[in-house]
């Protein structure tokens, strides 16, 4: 039986990775002792791995896909194939970015300052080609965690973080000198692989199933049955992804109409459907909406 080898993330995305293919209609099974996870699907075969080595594996065809950062993909120089972006965060733009950080009441205004400087980070190969294209030569260390706390404390003179809002620099005096890249959840694969008719199948099915439960975020559906006399009211209140559906009842001169809307609307949208004559108003909860 032919099989796919897939990479999950452990670590920070490593639940909601689990949450997402649950929603996507896959079972994942985690054990705390194993790398190698249950799946209901036979011919996937999933294997928990860091998403900062994660583009290593799929490289050299250990694995055929995975998901991990367009960061750790740029760190390590990887030659994959980028199959799709998977925005996990609806309420963010779900970018994220490496930057360049210094104290706040710091002498270093721009990376030209840190010509002879001491610099700490995860991602020393992203952080010395940004110095080699300024050409600023500085001494890059490797970070084990509790960056911040680095530059603060004056063992180092700048770091290079990760961060989305800015705050938790911010929180710890820190100044953002510039960005040096950004960064999305990817659905990875190898380049041999994906020649593959099978397994370049296989994925597009998984990806396509990963993409809906992601579009349903945040989604629900709507019912209601309404008088056609009040169908044009109806209609102007009701925001949706495209026309709404429509279907004639067997009581004469009602229909009934079923969309989709952004759950954080309903509050308000219910109210005014009824008072625009809407009856039998039933909300629902959706798992993947499928474009």
Avoid at 36 to 49: G, R
Avoid at 180 to 195: G, H, Y
Wanted: with cysteine; net charge positive; hydrophobic share 45%.
């Amino acid at each position: 039986m032919k099989e796919l080898k897939l990479g999950l993330p452990k670590g920070s995305l490593q639940d909601a990775t689990v949450a997402l293919f649950e929603k996507a209609g896959f079972k994942v099974v985690v054990s705390s002792r194993s790398y190698f996870p249950h799946i209901d699907d036979v011919e996937i075969k999933p294997v928990l791995l860091r998403a900062q080595e994660m583009s290593r594996y799929v490289e050299d065809g250990t694995l055929d896909c995975g998901i991990t950062g367009a960061d750790w993909i740029l760190e390590n120089g990887s030659k994959i194939d980028v199959i799709t972006e998977l925005q996990y965060s609806k309420a963010t733009s779900n970018k994220v970015r490496w930057v360049l950080a210094v104290p706040e009441d710091g002498k270093i205004k721009s990376v030209k300052d840190l010509e002879g400087k001491k610099i700490a980070t995860e991602v020393v190969g992203i952080t010395r080609k940004y110095l080699a294209k300024h050409k600023v030569k500085a001494h890059v260390e490797f970070s084990w965690g509790a960056t911040e706390a680095k530059v603060t404390s004056g063992l180092v003179d700048a770091i290079v973080e990760l961060t989305e809002t800015g705050s938790s620099l911010r929180a710890n005096k820190l100044r953002i000198v510039e960005t040096l890249c950004e960064s999305s959840t990817q659905f990875i694969a190898n380049k041999e692989a994906a020649k593959d008719s099978w397994k370049m199948k296989k994925m597009a099915q998984v990806v396509m199933l990963l993409k809906g439960a992601l579009a349903a975020n945040n989604m629900v559906g709507l019912k209601l049955n309404i008088e056609e006399k009040n169908l044009k009211a109806v209609l102007e209140t009701l925001p949706a992804l495209k026309n709404p559906t429509v279907a004639p009842l067997t009581k004469e001169g009602w229909v009934a109409l079923e969309t989709i809307i952004d759950e954080s609307i309903v509050r308000t949208i219910i109210p005014a459907l009824k008072e625009a004559g809407a009856q039998g108003i039933i909300e629902y909860s959706i798992n993947k909406l499928i474009y």
